[in-house]
């Protein structure tokens, strides 16, 4: 076989070779698994990649309204093996993706393409149901109430979430986190309501971690929990929020899910048990606040309130400070009601003001001085809000009482200190002045020069500019001149032509063919030209 037959021949068992190796990749697609699921469980696909000759691309997969999604991979795994004494090798790359329905309902992930690493490929639709467990119904209870379910804009809403667990069975536990899981989708982005903060808290009880929306919340427990004949662990928890738009919010279903029976250590194989329990929606209406009635000055306070005023002392200097304290307490917005405002003071200054919010109540400190002897008492303050109490709902201005106090004169020998800002500052005659100034002269004017115009200012600017482009102009012409070889032997012929056409025609002739062809004279026109033709 000759050399050349072996070079083509080792040719195509390469080329197949490559084409098989591109053939063998392949894209598995398993699942959803379960395809039917529980609502609160979630169901899982697999992408896997056998044999993948190259760097695949990002896997997209296209979300869908009421399905979260969480994709876990690549995880890569290299194997080889011999068969019949010739070794293979390959790779595998797997993703796993986790789906945890949202509602009950029928979803589908359209087909989308994904880059395997040598060509694109198409994965088909994925399909995945959701409905309720109804087989466990009996081994919990989760319970959603909003207090109250018909509020104001700006009433805080309290949602308290009930929730409870078979007595017989013990949820387990995971660095302090039970394992009871709470979901409201709802709460994750509570369109037209804002989180009032502070206002959730843990009263009295046990307290531990559950999961709510998959981050940790604290609820208070209570153990051995009697509701009708069965007897369960119960956790609380609560949310508050405040409207700030009317309407109708619509709170969807809400899930639980606990496990229990789970491993107890690394090397237990023991798999936990999962239960589902299902809470009831919830509905809840928001009411603008009427404009009739709405006093001036009205600063968005909503609920049920007291206001109460009270001073630190009672009797003062001159200068002197005076505090006043104005107390707000109730149930309401208190995280946003704009407090009380003092009117005008005669008599009287502010120095400045602390505020203090708490989860019912609201306390503003006025620092006040009296700036003359004859006052006699700190003001009334008034102040608005919107009562809310059910058959009772409108607008209520609240006056505090005065409070008497008295004021001594300064000090003797001491006098009322400036306030800030108003010190007259004092001059001291050759420090805060100028002095020891020469008087200048009388003489004439001094001309001044001519301002130039914007063209000569132009020019001033534009010349570095055109002697810098004329200059690389010349020194590329140059650069050019010297590279021109036959431009170069051009002229060198030109010139010997008219230094010796007069003299020596035959010459003249031979030193012009020799400067264009580059030889030597004696080369063109010699004595044994006609021996050498």
């Not at 709902?393 to 800002?421: K, N, Q």
Request: net charge negative; hydrophobic share 40%; aromatic share 8%.
């Amino acid at each position: 076989m000759s050399s050349m037959v072996r070079r083509v021949l080792g040719f195509l068992v390469g080329l197949a070779c490559s084409w098989g190796v591109h053939a063998q990749e392949t894209l598995e697609v398993v699942g959803p698994k379960p395809a039917l699921v529980a609502l609160g469980d979630e169901s899982v696909v697999e992408f896997v990649i056998e044999n993948g000759s190259g760097q695949p691309g990002e896997l997209k997969v296209p979300q869908v309204p009421g399905l979260t999604m969480r994709l876990d991979g690549p995880q890569e795994s290299s194997w080889a093996r011999v068969i019949n004494g010739r070794r293979t090798a390959g790779r595998t790359l797997r993703w796993v993706l986790r789906l945890r329905p949202r509602r009950v309902g029928h979803f589908e992930i359209p087909s989308f393409r994904f880059d395997t690493g040598s060509r694109e490929q198409v994965v088909q639709k994925l399909v995945l149901d959701c409905e309720k467990s109804v087989a466990n119904a009996s081994r919990g209870f989760l319970e959603l109430t909003a207090i109250p379910d018909r509020v104001y804009v700006g009433e805080p809403v309290q949602f308290v979430f009930d929730v409870g667990v078979d007595a017989r069975t013990t949820p387990d536990q995971t660095r302090g986190l039970v394992h009871v899981f709470v979901e409201q989708p709802w709460f994750e982005s509570p369109e037209g309501m804002v989180s009032v903060e502070g206002a959730d808290g843990v009263a009295g009880g046990s307290k531990v971690q559950l999961g709510f929306n998959n981050v940790a919340a604290e609820a208070a427990y209570t153990p051995n929990y009697v509701r009708g004949a069965l007897t369960y662990h119960r956790f609380t928890f609560t949310r508050t929020l405040m409207p700030t738009r009317p309407g109708t919010f619509e709170i969807g279903d809400s899930t639980m899910k606990f496990e229990f029976g789970g491993p107890r250590s690394p090397f237990d194989a023991r798999r936990a048990k999962s239960v589902f329990v299902y809470g009831e929606p919830l509905t809840v209406e928001v009411l603008p606040l009427p404009e009739e009635g709405r006093p001036a000055g009205f600063g968005n306070a909503v609920g049920r309130f007291q206001l109460e005023a009270a001073a630190d002392k009672h009797h003062v200097r001159v200068g002197d400070s005076v505090k006043l304290t104005l107390k707000v307490v109730g149930k309401g917005n208190t995280e946003f009601l704009e407090p009380p405002a003092l009117g005008e003071l005669d008599g009287l200054h502010l120095l400045g003001r602390n505020d203090n919010r708490g989860k019912d109540s609201v306390v503003v400190e006025y620092d006040l001085t009296p700036l003359r002897d004859d006052v006699t008492e700190l003001p009334s303050v008034t102040w608005s809000y919107f009562d809310t109490t059910p058959g009772g709902e409108r607008y209520i201005t609240v006056h505090t009482d005065s409070i008497p106090i008295v004021v001594d004169p300064p000090a003797e020998g001491g006098g009322l200190a400036a306030l800030p800002g108003d010190e007259e500052a004092s001059v001291v005659v050759g420090v805060d002045d100028i002095y020891d100034m020469k008087p200048i002269e009388a003489s004439d004017p001094v001309p001044l020069e001519a301002t130039p115009g914007p063209g000569r200012s132009a020019a001033w600017v534009l010349l570095p500019w055109a002697i810098s482009l004329a200059f690389a102009a010349f020194w590329r012409a140059r650069r050019r001149r010297r590279a021109d070889v036959r431009g170069r032997r051009a002229a060198s012929a030109r010139r010997h032509y008219r230094e010796l056409r007069d003299t020596d025609p035959t010459a003249a002739l031979a030193a012009y063919l020799a400067d264009r062809l580059d030889w030597p004279e004696a080369a063109v026109i010699g004595p044994d030209l006609a021996e050498r033709l």
